[in-house]
């Protein structure tokens, strides 16, 4: 059982938008940075969003990130079928003084 | 141009003491800020952080496993080490060494060696 909490699907049709929450506490996402991959199948994460809701260069921008007290969510608009991917979020937590990982969402384009 | 890549068994017996390697180019584990850090992924099962070493040799280790795991680093050789001891069939996944820079997180992942433990 993972420390922060994602659902573990979501959906949407080519040119949607869809958002991905993760829930956590006041010591991992209420206090540090949330971050957030991506892992297409067969490979290893890729990072979309750093520092709650910084895009590294050559991502789109059609993927966002915010942040809200204990949550957070990453936001996909204009879907497109390469986005269909296992979403993770991250945090630092220091109750435990390490990473603490999301469940994971798979996301599937219809 | 920052990669990063593991090696090591692919199958261990239970009880064995697994030892992995991230041999990385394209950063040094000297300047500041910069860390190594390992995560594992069991077959269809979420990311695990494991443990990270920074370039001033401060380690972290994931609370409930950190009576066996170990890391070091070799800054000449621009390799990280994890061992793990006492393994178990729960412990077969993908285990990912990654970079961790000035964001913070892991900017930067290996490709990632699976490990299988089995008599």
């Known amino acids: 059982q993972s420390v922060m909490t994602q659902p573990p699907s979501a959906s949407g049709t080519p040119g949607q938008r869809v958002t991905i929450s993760c829930s956590g506490s006041s010591s991992n996402i209420g206090s540090n940075y949330v971050y957030w991959y991506q892992q297409l199948p067969g490979t290893a994460p890729k990072v979309r969003i750093y520092r709650n809701n910084q895009r590294p260069s050559g991502v789109p921008d059609r993927f966002s990130g915010s942040k809200s007290g204990t949550s957070a969510s990453l936001a996909i608009s204009g879907l497109r079928s390469e986005d269909e991917a296992d979403y993770y979020c991250a945090a630092w937590d220091d109750s435990l003084s390490g990473w603490v990982f999301g469940g994971g969402t798979k996301l599937t384009v219809l | 141009q920052i990669t990063l890549k593991e090696s090591g068994p692919t199958l261990v017996k239970p009880t064995q003491t697994l030892t992995l390697t991230c041999t990385f180019s394209?950063?040094?584990?000297?300047?500041?800020?910069?860390?190594v850090g390992w995560i594992r992924q069991p077959p269809g099962k979420a990311l695990e952080w494991l443990a990270l070493?920074?370039?001033?040799?401060?380690?972290r280790y994931s609370p409930s496993l950190k009576s066996r795991l170990t890391i070091t680093k070799d800054t000449s050789k621009n390799q990280v080490v994890l061992t793990m001891t006492n393994m178990d069939p729960v412990d077969t996944a993908t285990y990912y060494c990654?970079?961790?820079?000035?964001?913070?997180?892991?900017?930067?992942w290996g490709q990632g060696t699976m490990v299988t433990v089995s008599s």
């Open positions: 990654a970079h961790s820079g000035s964001y913070g997180g892991f900017d930067i």
């Open positions: 070493i920074y370039w001033d040799d401060d380690k």
């Open positions: 394209g950063f040094s584990l000297s300047t500041s800020g910069v860390g």
